[in-house]
């Protein structure tokens, strides 16, 4: 059901009420539906895509579209290459008198909340660890927006380690 590591976001089921927070962590669910640290994939497994779609209020679309809209996003943030992904329908509703976005399916829903990040200048703050093994999507919090690592404490450390003792190979 879903990828869930130490470094997921928790699933939060989709209201309809949208908040910048809400937007940030669809879209990272979303490109964090495959996990190279552990070989998973949720669009590979119905079963999980399902639950998935379900703990978010969401509904599917046709899975390949879902697969470019996917690689599309993670290439755009800083994943490997893959060519844009296919349009995807979004409508904007008055609602209460203000314009929303109202998406027919999970593609709509996550192009819609990355649409509205970008609009918020938010869009550069999400990345993809550059870590060969691991290439999690993660929101940069920092203020000058210069995290590197999903985690210190696995790969960032992982990678310093490395780091030092190629220094130290060299020092001998």
Wanted: hydrophobic share 45%; glycine share 6%; proline share 6%.
């Amino acid at each position: 059901m879903g990828v869930i590591s130490d470094r997921c976001n928790r699933y939060r089921a989709y209201s309809g009420v949208v908040t910048t927070d809400h937007d940030v962590e669809l879209v990272l669910d979303f490109l964090n539906t495959v996990d190279l640290d552990r070989g998973t994939d949720v669009l590979a497994d119905p079963l999980a895509w399902q639950a998935w779609l379900a703990d978010r209020g969401l509904t599917g679309g046709p899975l390949a579209r879902v697969r470019a809209v996917r690689a599309g996003l993670r290439a755009a943030v800083g994943g490997p290459p893959a060519p844009p992904p296919p349009p995807v329908e979004v409508r904007v509703e008055l609602v209460a008198g203000i314009p929303r976005f109202a998406a027919v399916d999970v593609t709509g829903a996550v192009l819609a909340a990355a649409s509205r990040l970008a609009v918020l200048d938010e869009w550069e703050r999400f990345k993809i660890c550059p870590a060969d093994d691991c290439q999690w999507a993660f929101f940069d919090r920092s203020r000058n927006r210069s995290r590197t690592w999903c985690s210190m404490r696995v790969c960032g450390n992982r990678e310093k380690a490395r780091a030092w003792r190629e220094r130290a190979k060299l020092s001998l």
